[in-house]
């Protein structure tokens, strides 16, 4: 919940999300993908460089970027000013 899915040609990557929605949550920095021909997920072993939860992203291109988002560093809710940029991105 609160990850967001950008699609590369045949699949589909998910960034971060939380686990309980409404209550505090750690958030998570996986990067996982589904495969459209396959019909399979797959946990990819890049991450992100913190547990985000609601980051923002947008492919252009062969490149994905991501931004904004919040996560939770001490027990403090913050909301991220950064932004990263995935170039080339090649699921297979």
């Known amino acids: 919940v609160y990850a967001n899915m950008v699609r590369v040609g045949e699949v589909f990557l998910t960034f971060g999300g939380a686990d ?17 021909t396959s019909d399979e ?3 990819l072993s890049a991450q992100l460089p913190k547990n985000y939860t609601a980051i ?8 994905i970027y991501l931004f904004g988002g919040s ?3 001490n027990n403090v809710f913050t909301l991220s000013d ?3 940029l995935i170039p080339c991105i090649n699921p297979s």
């Open 41 to 43: 997920w797959t946990t």
């Open 56 to 63: 923002a992203a947008v492919g252009l291109g062969p490149s």
């Open 82 to 84: 950064k932004y990263w």
């Open 20 to 36: 309980n929605p409404g209550e505090t949550s750690e958030g998570s920095a996986t990067i996982n993908m589904y495969n459209t």
């Open 71 to 73: 996560y939770y560093d």
